[in-house]
DNA sequence: CTGAAAGCGCTTACAG
DNA sequence: CTGAAAGCGCTTACAG
């Protein structure tokens, strides 16, 4: 007794035909909106598809189109809370655009060296194209990529000019953060950052040197530390700083401006009056600490927005920009007040 | 001058078929292993594939086996610091072993009221099954799949006997908590949730409940919040408990237990001489404290890969148990200490 | 504007 | 053990 005439398998495109006595290519061009076809009888198939709750086998569309309707997101393996966040929320905007035109998301988790599962999917034709939530040095997928000529994005900067990228201006905003704090009278800044290897690290770090350059400051490579890897570093580093007597610590995130806030917190170093900090950006976990954080704000939803949009724009031929450089709040507060 | 014989279009099976002078129905044999086929066919089938790298295409595969090897893993849309990491790292669980298996995912975000995406999946056949990863009162999802006979397991508790469910015990985990709490001597013990909506809370305070009448205590209710959406009403509960003189509170959650802790500083009230805390469920937002805190402790990867694995054997036609549950871990701190 | 036919790339009874 | 054929459910030139 129910609407499927009795049948209970899953309607096809040449039930609806028999029911409505037109051929399945006509149908099938109702649904699709190619080919010519007369509005009565698009209207009458529309009606009764509607009506009847007719959907189309995807498998089966992918096979004689060539074309899958799922993009993949690529997630590095992270834990921290400040990664999780990012990524997680980066999602959430891949998957606002891709839903809006009718993709869905097919998410791997990766290492980063394992190719394996990116190779597979490409390869069984799963996806119509990939984003890179993350980008390295010397990338893999990226010449994985490149080399079978699938569309892919990369969130993050990268070096080779033919990779298409979306990202914060990572360079341009440390800069700016670098320079404003300089105006406000500071006179030494120190860097504090980890794993070089990562793409958007590099551009933090590059940002803060060239506002060396652009003010026209010595950078004293003692008040730099690039290779953080875990907290006793992170420590290690803030009580020599604190010796050598810098008046404000940059921080390449939030995970180590976490660290640093802690340590002076326990070596009874008040913020901003003995120590300014600023973190080079912004997430919920600064929201957590008493005296309020300078840092960099990006909006990261927009950039999973953006990075799908660009991706879905290639994936149907549109050209891209080679960048889309999203921008950023500098955001103020007391940690470098004074 | 590759391996694909001159010819760039993707190999297919008849390409190899051809290449090595047997039939189609031959290598297919060969690939899936089902079928009769003789020993040194098959090698010599498997080695050519091998060497020049042939993928059979998805699309295909899926027609003619209906299925897929792919299954959705529905999020819920937040942004706390607790939420993001749970529901990313049982992600990154059921990813773990979807991979192992041959699957992939496909995340899709809901708000819990639209079924139009997860309807749009099911209906154009596009994933095998599904894992609820949040479950509610009265859940529309479940009831769609179930309608849909569709396989789908809730992470999480849910009332309906034929859900076929996987949950850490959260009722036995904080029933356990709050016993140990009395055992220690503690005479009474506040508690403070927010949405009982989400089936999780239920079976927090459930047990809660249950460690009261299992203890022959009488639970006061005036020492019970479980509607605090939001700070303000954290707040305002803590400084009523506080002046009521409870001893110990207990938080349903890291999100809540985090207010809790701030304002207590706030008030100058020190834990755990002046004030007990304890929460039910550990989240690295914990290891920020100065004073560490007492909770409950689930491994919510292990969460991801059993769902995972009880919803490909329900795929794969195995009998399943209704009910996973996952043990939980009690881990005192100072919190409640003294 | 519409239909019949071939094709997308696999799988799987059915013969042999 | 192996092959020819039909089928999975769509799309799309090609005729008309």
């Known amino acids: 007794m129910n609407n499927n005439s009795g049948n209970d398998k899953t309607m096809t495109i040449h039930d609806v035909a028999r029911e409505l006595g037109v051929s399945a290519s006509t149908v099938s061009r109702a649904i699709s909106g190619k080919g010519r076809i007369g509005a009565a009888t698009r209207d009458r198939i529309l009606d009764y598809i509607e009506e009847h709750g007719f959907y189309p086998n995807a498998a089966a569309q992918s096979l004689a189109q060539s074309k899958t309707n799922n993009i993949a997101i690529i997630l590095p393996e992270v834990n921290t809370l400040v990664d999780m966040p990012f990524f997680h929320t980066c999602m959430y905007g891949v998957e606002e655009v891709a839903q809006a035109n009718d993709y869905d998301i097919i998410v791997v988790t990766t290492n980063g060296n394992d190719t394996k599962p990116l190779e597979r999917l490409i390869q069984n034709r799963k996806v119509d194209g990939m984003i890179l939530t993350r980008t390295y040095e010397n990338d893999k997928y990226v010449k994985f990529l490149k080399q079978k000529q699938i569309p892919f994005v990369a969130v993050g900067k990268f070096p080779d000019d033919d990779v298409v990228q979306v990202d914060h201006d990572n360079v341009g905003a440390c800069k700016e953060l670098v320079t404003v704090l300089f105006a406000k009278g500071i006179q030494n800044i120190a860097y504090l950052g980890s794993n070089m290897d990562q793409m958007v ?100 939803t927009e950039l999973g927005r953006r990075s799908c949009q660009v991706l879905l724009d290639m994936i149907h031929g549109k050209t891209v920009p080679d960048k889309t450089l999203l921008d950023y709040e500098i955001i103020l507060k007391e940690s470098t007040k004074g």
Chains 1, 2 share one sequence.
Do not use: W
């Open 201 to 300: 690290n590099r551009c933090r770090y590059q940002g803060y040197e060239e506002a060396y350059r652009k003010g026209k400051r010595k950078l004293n490579q003692d008040l730099v530390y690039t290779d953080l890897s875990n907290k006793a570093m992170v420590e290690k580093a803030v009580e020599e700083l604190k010796k050598s007597g810098v008046e404000c610590i940059l921080c390449q995130d939030d995970y180590i401006c976490d660290e640093v806030v802690r340590k002076l917190a326990r070596m009874g170093v008040r913020i901003p009056d003995q120590m300014k900090v600023a973190s080079c950006h912004y997430s919920r976990i600064l929201e957590n600490y008493p005296v309020t954080i300078t840092s960099l704000k990006f909006n990261i």
